[in-house]
């Protein structure tokens, strides 16, 4: 067996990337990560002159390598095909100076479609000759609930639940999560934020007793967060696609170093951008952007994670988290593998409420990373100008991005800007940051305006939910989330 990864917390335990993947989290608790990455870079060549599928297939076979070929070409061509509005999945155009990378072409609108289209083909193939039926348990700020519902309704032998925080996601997201159809789904609001749903999620992962009563049933539990491993490898692709564009632009000489700057919340996004990098992208630098959240530029800064801090609630829904779950795999990689350290730090945070790293550790994170922070009225601004001096329309997460790459010294290298969702997504809150009023008005009435306004069309999938009938109205108190769980896996599988 191709024995490969093992939890953050401990090597004693390896396993496939097949069982990471059905796994989603290690049973310490810690995210399954491989020593392997960066043994095997990928030709800058190859990946220059070949498409989004091609390159997909490249680096999940280095990722997953238990996957075969077949097994990756099948899923690849599943993941990516006529779902996408966009043939190149996901597009580089201009910013002004900059690039951004539209990562919003998917079924949901969201950059989660990049993976979250892909993990249930994985799935399928790793569960494949093994009776049991997967719930893929979720949490989301906003973005990967839909992805996930979208990708896992109706695929044989799974569930999937959703779990957002009540009143804390645009009125778009929610209607797309509250309005999905399938005999499989499961969605519910809680009483908390998304730090509530997730911790609450990690804590169901581990009840034995609750995974021993599903066992009975033949039920295991999984995720469709980016702390599976399924999640984060197909993020990696569109770092090496981005660059393969700016390659056949002529913008960029094969091997000169790049910069990526990301929205980030969860830390899954970046750290797909550092993997790439490890896996021979030349990245001069990753670039964290914060929201009025700041807990990763406060820990970039001082070197010192402290999540004992006010929660905002604010117009980039998606980032309000305060504990970035995909961390703990760069303080992995960055303390050079050390899961004492790693597992120390995960306890002082879940005891005292922060942990602070080595220097020594934090000087290999900087020596990559950078970071910066937008309020709402940054963002605002931002999407203001950005779309009367540049006619480009961005969402709130983009323009926090564009707000702290535009504060950033220039570096001399090209600068990516990744574009996460469809501006569509958030229409009251861009089309206020436009300068309208949008008081009293829904979000179709927004969305009305705004195509009004901007002269640019709402994707069909957003513009069609009006028609939708309201299909999950659960709300629950974070206690209860457990129970949930196990009624949804009591009617989707029995
Ligand atoms: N921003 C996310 C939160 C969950 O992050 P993930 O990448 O780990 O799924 C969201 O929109 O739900």
């Known amino acids: ?85 966009s043939e190149a999945v996901c597009p580089l155009t201009p910013l002004g100076t ?16 990049v993976a979250l289209q892909m993990l249930p083909q994985l799935m399928s193939v790793a569960r494949a000759g093994d009776g049991r039926k997967i719930m893929v348990v979720t949490a989301t700020s906003g973005d990967t609930g839909k992805a996930a519902l979208d990708g ?16 804390k996601v645009s009125d778009i997201q929610r209607l797309q999560m509250v309005t999905q159809l399938g005999g499989n789904v499961a969605v519910c ?46 993020q990696v692709t569109y770092y090496f696609d981005s660059y393969a564009q700016l390659v056949r632009r002529g ?20 750290l797909a951008g550092y993997y790439a990098k490890r896996m021979g992208l030349p ?3 990753l670039v964290v ?24 609630k604010t117009i980039s829904p998606s980032m309000d988290i305060l504990v970035s779950s995909n961390l703990e795999r760069l303080l992995y990689f960055a303390s050079k593998g050390d899961c004492e350290l790693v597992t120390s730090l995960m306890a002082d945070l879940a005891e005292k409420g922060f942990y602070t790293v080595p220097e020594r550790v934090m000087d290999e994170i900087r020596s990559t990373f950078a970071c910066g922070r937008a309020d709402d009225a940054d963002t605002r601004e931002t999407i203001f100008d950005t779309w009367r001096e540049l006619d480009v329309l961005i969402d709130p997460h983009t323009a926090v991005a564009k707000h702290v790459l535009d504060a950033l010294p220039a570096d001399g290298t090209e600068r990516v800007c990744l574009s996460t969702a469809s501006p569509y997504k958030f229409c009251a809150d861009v089309l ?60 989707v599988f029995l």
């Not at 993947?21 to 870079?41: C, F, H, K, M, W």
């Not at 999620?201 to 009563?213: G, Q, T, Y």
């Not at 599976?228 to 490898?233: D, F, I, W």
């Not at 170093?257 to 830390?267: A, D, I, L, Y």
């Open 1 to 85: 067996m191709n024995t490969f990864y093992h939890s953050t917390r401990s090597a004693a335990d390896s396993v496939t990337s097949k069982q990471a993947i059905l796994a989603g989290i290690a049973p310490d608790g810690g995210l399954y990560v491989s020593d392997a990455l960066g043994e095997t870079r990928l030709a800058l060549e190859d990946v220059c002159a070949q498409d989004f599928h091609a390159t997909a297939r490249l680096v999940l076979g280095t990722l997953l390598p238990d996957y075969t070929a077949d097994e990756l070409a099948s899923c690849v061509d599943a993941a990516y095909g006529a779902q996408w509005d």
């Open 98 to 113: 900059d690039w951004l990378l539209e990562l919003y072409h998917g079924p949901t609108c969201a950059f989660k479609d």
């Open 152 to 167: 896992f309704a109706g695929v044989e032998g799974t569930g999937v639940t959703v779990f957002y925080p009540y009143g």
């Open 189 to 234: 609001a809680v009483r908390g934020t998304f730090d509530d749903c997730q911790g609450e999620v990690k804590r169901i992962f581990a009840d034995r007793e609750l995974a021993s009563r599903l066992a009975e049933r033949g039920v295991v539990l999984s995720s469709a967060n980016s702390i599976n491993v399924g999640r984060l490898a197909p």
């Open 251 to 270: 913008v960029v000489r094969m091997g000169e170093e790049v910069t990526f700057c990301v929205p980030t919340g969860n830390f899954g996004d970046v």
């Open 283 to 285: 990245v001069r630098r």
């Open 289 to 312: 952007a914060s929201n009025a959240n700041d807990v990763l530029t406060d820990f970039l800064t001082t070197g010192t994670y402290d999540r004992r801090r006010d929660f905002h």
């Open 432 to 491: 206020a940051a436009l300068g309208e009023v949008t008081d009293g008005m829904n979000g179709f009435a927004c969305m009305d305006a705004l195509e009004a306004k901007t002269r640019t069309a709402a994707p069909a999938q957003l513009s069609g939910l009006r028609a939708d009938a309201v299909l999950h109205d659960d709300v629950c108190d974070r206690e209860r989330m457990g129970g949930f769980v196990e009624s949804a896996c009591a009617r």
